[in-house]
């Protein structure tokens, strides 16, 4: 019986007319690929059949809808290295806008932008950032798009990150000494350096008609990239290659670096379908991983925050303080003569003009309770879903039978509902499965036999009882 996912995300890598999907877990035993999926020339569909493609495998694959990520080609972002003295960092946000709008490719279109902090030299008092812009008609073009299909992105990024991502779920993993990506199709190349967890230095290059894709032409590529690189490079770890030509390359590129191998050989991914993973999904499956775990890269977000999913609250309570006191200044005024009023005034404005500091210091002391006594909640509701899954979870692997399997979970608070397969009587379930301190009643929605096996396919829903009743 399968371990269920605690975690999860999907990955979209948006190319020039391809949509590539994939669905990953994080489980008590590691990452998942539940499945994959690529829509060629999307742009041509019409926006009903586009909808249904997408919803048929948003249905097949229970992912987290909020945590969608999504990537665009390397090729439709600007990235740049700026050096920053390190005396900027109490205003840095402040500073890269600034850096920004002076980046700005065009007067006539801006553009949206995130940045991470890719070194910070104490020595040489500096500090590095990583700079990445895209035009504001990109991002909220395809930002229009998932609407319509009923998909809302919790984080843009650019695709190539993917690849330096999956770096997390490798056996070499991040280490001190960089490693080399090749991504190799037959229209480009593409190249990231994975300099650690804070690094992602890419490149891509976009062959021409003519152009094919030969051994001369990827070194002088990652010679030029090397000659550019805006950190200082000693050595390099390993080479890994990737993408449909890959294999055709890795002989000869691995005898001119002294060694290489296969990005996908590494992953310490489990594959739920069974097979292995293509090379066109890796950027995909990356960009899923970064949104499965927490550092620099995994919060960069091209999205700007006015157009993101969670959005801020003004607090009035300022506001409000400050109406009281004028009210209460007011009523002082009504009551005493007029020399009287404007002494007692000038003593009260006075009296709040010493107290504003103290005011807004509480005020803020106030807003920072409330948002760690509502993170506090939020992951003590967390905890407790959990907790409720794993009961759930520990009571079926107990009560169903070897001869049964289960296909499918949902939990949805008291209500389970569960598909699967059995080789002897499926009807032969239920009541095994009330004969529980958790689960109250058991009822069949359907039962049919398939033809191929012979195993009866069945579909249950059971009623838990309330948590509160439940077993510790």
């Given at each position: ?72 080609p390397r090729e439709s972002v600007i990235v740049h290295s700026v ?317 169903v039978p070897e001869d049964s399997y289960l296909q499918n979970l ?63």
């Amino acid at each position: 019986m399968p371990i269920f996912d605690l975690e999860s995300s999907l990955g979209v890598e948006v190319r020039r007319n391809q949509l590539v999907f994939c669905a990953m877990a994080k489980g008590l035993q590691g990452y998942t690929r539940r499945s994959y999926q690529v829509i060629e020339q999307y742009r041509d569909l019409e926006s009903s059949e586009l909808h249904s493609a997408v919803q048929q495998f948003v249905r097949g694959n229970g992912f987290n809808r909020e945590n969608v990520i999504l990537g665009l080609p390397r090729e439709s972002v600007i990235v740049h290295s700026v050096e920053l003295p390190l005396e900027v960092e109490e205003n840095l946000d402040q500073v890269v806008e600034f850096q920004a709008a002076k980046l700005d490719p065009s007067e006539e279109e801006s553009s949206y932008y995130d940045y991470v902090v890719l070194e910070r030299n104490e020595k040489e008092r500096s500090v590095l950032l990583q700079i990445v812009m895209v035009p504001k008609e990109t991002i909220d073009s395809v930002l229009q798009l998932f609407r319509e299909l009923s998909l809302y992105p919790v984080a843009v990024r650019f695709s190539t990150l993917g690849l330096q991502q999956l770096f997390k779920v490798h056996e070499a993993g991040f280490g001190s000494v960089p490693s080399l990506i090749l991504h190799l199709e037959p229209d480009s190349v593409e190249i990231v350096l994975a300099n650690g967890a804070r690094q992602c230095l890419p490149h891509k290059r976009e062959l021409e008609e003519d152009e094919a894709l030969t051994l001369e032409l990827i070194l002088a590529e990652v010679d030029a990239f090397v000659s550019r690189l805006p950190v200082r490079v000693e050595a390099c770890r390993q080479v890994y290659l990737s993408g449909s030509l890959a294999a055709e390359f890795l002989e000869p590129l691995a005898e001119r670096f002294g060694d290489g191998e296969l990005l996908v050989r590494g992953l310490k991914i489990k594959e739920s379908a069974g097979s292995e993973t293509p090379p066109g999904v890796l950027h995909a499956m990356g960009l899923a991983v970064s949104g499965l775990h927490r550092s620099s890269y995994a919060r960069f977000n091209l999205i700007p925050r006015d157009k993101q999913l969670v959005g801020q609250r003004a607090s009035l309570v300022p506001s409000l303080v400050l109406a009281g006191l004028f009210a209460a200044m007011l009523l002082l005024w009504s009551l005493s003569g007029f020399v009287q009023q404007r002494r007692m005034l000038e003593a009260l404005e006075a009296e709040v003009q010493k107290l504003e500091p103290q005011v807004e210091e509480a005020l803020q002391t106030r807003e920072l309770w409330e948002g760690s006594l509502a993170k506090a909640e939020e992951l003590h509701a967390m905890m407790s879903g959990r907790q409720r899954v794993l009961q759930v979870l520990s009571e079926l692997t107990e009560k169903v039978p070897e001869d049964s399997y289960l296909q499918n979970l949902i939990i949805q608070g008291n209500k389970v509902t569960l598909t699967g397969y059995s080789q002897a009587s499926a009807a032969s379930l239920l009541p095994v499965l009330v004969d529980s301190d958790l689960i109250v009643n058991a009822e069949s929605r359907y039962i049919t036999q398939e033809r191929t096996t012979g195993n009866e396919k069945f579909n249950f829903e059971l009623t838990l009882r309330e948590e509160e009743s439940a077993l510790p």
